[in-house]
């Protein structure tokens, strides 16, 4: 009768395998707040809500990071604008932190939260696998954004 020795990892097996997602994930998420960031400031300044890129790139990170880490990342995004960077568009000029999230463009960038979420959703149920399905994803997407930003906007004005 032979011995056999059963292989199971150790804590730090462990904690390496999951280590290295999570500097994956953080590193994710600091490449979508930058992009976001950049998109922001590609802007046509429009009254009382510029137009910038940041749809493009929200419904962008919901489809290629999938539901959790594309809503996350704009929470990160939401949240370095919150403790004052100026990372939204016309910032620092318009405003910062708070103050810029409770005006017009309040509900749009909450809106990015359920986009990112609702695109990335999609995305992992394979609706990224063809021109027509993404499309419909970026569609409900951009629903997703409109709806709270009007919503709000109604409210202010």
């Not at 960031?37 to 809500?49: C, F, G, M």
């Not at 708070?98 to 990335?120: N, Q, S």
């Not at 696998?129 to 930003?149: H, K, S």
Request: net charge positive.
């Amino acid at each position: 009768m032979r011995a056999t020795i059963a292989s199971h990892p150790t804590l730090m097996d462990s904690a390496q395998k999951y280590g290295a997602q999570t500097l994956r994930n953080i590193l994710l998420v600091l490449a979508g707040t930058m992009l976001l960031y950049l998109s922001a400031k590609l802007t046509i300044p429009l009254d009382p809500v510029p137009f910038s890129m940041q749809t493009f790139v929200v419904l962008t990170l919901g489809v290629a990071y999938g539901w959790k880490l594309g809503a996350l990342t704009i929470m990160v995004y939401l949240m370095e604008g919150a403790i004052g960077l100026p990372v939204f568009a016309q910032t620092p000029e318009k405003g910062i932190g708070l103050a810029y999230i409770a005006g017009p463009t309040g509900g749009y960038l909450i809106g990015f939260i359920i986009a990112a979420g609702t695109t990335g959703y999609l995305a992992e149920r394979g609706w990224d696998r063809n021109v027509t399905t993404t499309a419909m994803a970026m569609f409900l997407g951009n629903v997703a954004i409109y709806v709270p930003g009007l919503a709000w906007l109604s409210t202010l004005f």
